[in-house]
């Protein structure tokens, strides 16, 4: 760049200088370059969206990322450090041969013993004709109730576990819900139906990080602490659980509350 | 209003406390105030010309310059605490990492928006790049602290993607990651852009033969300035990053960062500071010696001007040298929090000091036998675009605390987030 300047001659210390800073220049557009490239690399293989899950996973409490094997009191205290993906997790079978603890039939929200729940307040139920239909539980119904509009992926496009499955509005609050698995949407419900989405699984199906048995009443029961918690007065003093049942359309009911930490733990968001 | 608050919740990251949007709005209005003003100021300076300044071709120096300086050297922390923990892998000091790259961000931003309104003409820009005063030590740091610049918003990136609304864009975080992943390599290379930028600054004092106030030796084709800027901005940097974190845990009410933080920023900076004040003493007693006799001058009469006796002197080298050293190392001090942040004042009063005796008090001297003992008393022009630079810090800093996780970094670190 310097020759053009009038009266210019190359020396020694004008090599080593414009050496330097053209290999810094290069070092910062080759990190820039490697960053792209290898982030267009994670979504082309499908690894994107599992990173960004771990990354939100790695920012819930402490509290909001205990193991199934604790929901369900088989272990006293367990952290998961899978991302909740069981599949993955070499000591899953050595727990769930552990005895279950004994809950009782009605925790506060009612559940099914013939569904299987994701973290992120869905269920999933297996179909007979190998499709999996997933809908919003009913912790997240009585909550949202009937929301004003819902944003559902197009039939066959594919959805990734953890990631976005269905975006729904309610009171200007945008509520992202988490994929319960990897799926070819096969056909869209609503709030009306009962259910939101049919899905293909992807893979050869494996559904085992999905919570099931004695796991459904633990969680639900600690979710409906951390509400009773999220709903309280900063201020309000130590006081005993009155038990009772969730009201429906909370959303509505209660509109002055911080929905949006309330949704923002109920939905699982970083 | 309802709205404004709404937006604003949903900009904070879940779980984190922070004050109200009305007391966030109150605290910003002054300093929103304070830049629009600094920008009335510099567009006056930028469309009218430095007559609207107190400088001319004699004092050529002033406020702006000393800004720059004294900034640049407060914002080493940013490239030192990048050095020590992804270098050296001080990892006990990653809490304060974030915040240190926003506080590098703030310095080496302003210090350039600064420059532009000095040299003027900011069209014309990239003739510096283009065509380049290759004899000057200024084209060395004009180029260093442009890429440093670009390496310090690389390492602010990650940060900015992880704000909550942003990370729900799939695509920024997994950018967030892999930049994250390599931030080592912007750590290496900032570490190295500052070290010949830091130093240069010195130097262009330091072969000022025409100003044997400032003229020194050296070692090759560096002054002895060189050095003393490189080791003063790595003794200071830790230390300010000290005090924008306590003036953030006064104002926040909150414990951001542990004492052990505090204990390790001090020492470093004690130590390197208790270096740097013995290497400042020595070239101090050579110049008064040697340098200063062998071009003709007698050292003392430079200092027979009010008010730059040689109590400036001894006040740099002493009170705001030997003592915050002493207050950063010493197992006496070290565990009280306010004799630390005590040093840590003292530190940085001492290189802004050294910085304002090397550009103005050098300028005001008279070098030779029709010269006169120059004054200069900054224009409002100059205080009012330095005053808006100090705002644009601060509502920088204040919008990265509440919406960033300046102070997060610890936590994510603890973590297994890798796929690798």
């Known amino acids: 760049m310097f020759p053009w300047i009038d009266g210019f001659h190359w020396t020694p210390n004008h090599i080593i200088f414009l050496s330097l800073f053209f290999a810094v220049v290069l070092t910062l557009l080759s990190t820039i370059v490697a960053a792209v490239r290898r982030t267009v690399s994670d979504f082309r293989t499908h690894r994107a969206t599992e990173m960004c899950w771990r990354f939100n996973f790695a920012e819930l409490p402490e509290e909001e990322r205990c193991c199934r094997h604790q929901l369900a009191g088989r272990v006293p205290h367990r952290i998961c450090d899978n991302a909740f993906d069981c599949r993955q997790c070499p000591q899953y079978a050595e727990f769930a041969k552990l005895p279950a603890r004994a809950f009782p039939p009605y925790v506060g929200v009612s559940f099914s013993n013939n569904q299987l729940y994701h973290r992120g307040h869905t269920w999933v139920r297996p179909e007979n004709d190998g499709t999996l239909t997933v809908g919003l ?100 003093p130590a006081c005993l659980a009155d038990g009772g049942t969730l009201m429906p359309n909370l959303m509505d009911a209660m509109p002055a509350a911080d929905w949006d930490a309330v949704l923002a733990a109920t939905f699982q968001e970083g | 209003m309802a709205d404004l608050v709404l937006i604003d919740r949903r900009l904070i990251a879940r779980g984190a406390e922070r004050t109200s949007t009305m007391r966030f709005m109150f605290w910003l209005i002054p300093w929103v105030a304070l830049a629009a003003l600094g920008i009335y100021a510099a567009a006056l300076c930028l469309y009218f010309g430095l007559n609207q300044t107190h400088m001319d071709t004699r004092f050529a120096f002033g406020m702006w310059i000393y800004l720059d300086l004294g900034m640049i050297a407060m914002g080493a922390g940013a490239f030192f605490t990048g050095f020590l923990v992804y270098i050296l892998k001080q990892e006990d000091l990653k809490p304060v990492l974030n915040s240190a790259v926003v506080v590098g961000l703030i310095c080496y931003s302003g210090a350039v928006a600064v420059l532009m309104v000095d040299v003027g003409q900011p069209l014309r820009a990239w003739f510096t790049f283009w065509h380049p005063n290759t004899h000057s030590m200024l084209t060395e740091v004009t180029f260093c602290i442009t890429c440093y610049l670009f390496v310090l918003i690389l390492e602010y990136l990650p940060v900015l993607l992880r704000n909550r609304q942003l990370r729900k864009v799939p695509s920024f975080l997994v ?66 990053l000290m005090l924008v974190t306590a003036a953030a845990e006064t104002l926040t009410e909150r414990r951001l960062v542990g004492a052990n933080v505090f204990r390790k920023l001090g020492l470093i900076s004690g130590v390197l500071l208790g270096i740097y004040v013995a290497a400042k003493a020595i070239d101090t007693l050579v110049w008064l010696n040697i340098t200063s006799p062998a071009v003709g001058f007698s050292p003392w009469d430079f200092y027979a001007y009010k008010p730059f006796g040689s109590a400036l002197l001894f006040l740099e080298i002493v009170p705001l040298g030997l003592l915050p050293a002493f207050l950063l190392t010493s197992p006496l001090t070290t565990r009280r929090r306010g004799w630390l942040l005590c040093g840590a004042a003292l530190a940085c009063g001492g290189v802004l000091l050294n910085r304002f005796v090397l550009t103005v008090q050098t300028l005001a001297l008279p070098t030779l036998a029709f010269d006169d003992f120059l004054q200069y008393i900054p224009s409002w022009q100059e205080v009012a675009t330095f005053a808006g630079v100090i705002a644009y810090g601060v509502i920088l800093y204040s919008l990265s605390y509440r919406y960033l996780p300046l102070f997060g970094q610890a936590k994510r670190a603890d973590k297994n987030v890798s796929l690798d």
Do not use: C
């Not at chain 1, 959805?159 to 509005?169: F, H, N, T, V």
């Not at chain 1, 994929?179 to 096969?186: C, E, I, Q």
């Open chain 2, 175 to 240: 950018f967030e990651y892999q930049l994250h992943k390599l931030v080592p390599v912007l750590a290496a290379v900032g570490a190295f852009l500052s070290f010949f930028h830091q130093g240069s600054l010195g130097g262009l004092y330091g072969v000022l033969r025409g100003r044997p106030f400032a003229f020194r030796q050296g070692f090759a084709i560096w002054p002895s300035t060189f050095f003393l800027f490189i080791l003063s901005a790595i003794a200071v940097g830790p230390s300010f």
């Open chain 1, 137 to 236: 539980d009913e912790f997240a119904h009585h909550l949202v109730g009937h929301p004003d509009s819902v944003q559902l992926p197009v039939p066959d496009s594919e959805i990734e576990s953890d990631g976005l499955a269905w975006r729904m509005m309610k009171n200007g609050h945008e509520i992202r819900v988490r994929a319960p698995l990897d799926g070819t949407v096969v056909a869209t419900g609503g709030d009306k139906e009962g259910w939101y989405l049919k899905l293909r699984p992807r893979n050869p199906v494996n559904l085992r990080h999905l919570l099931r048995g004695a796991e459904v009443p633990g969680w639900l029961s600690g979710e409906l602490d951390r509400l009773q918690l999220q709903f309280s007065p900063p201020d309000a």
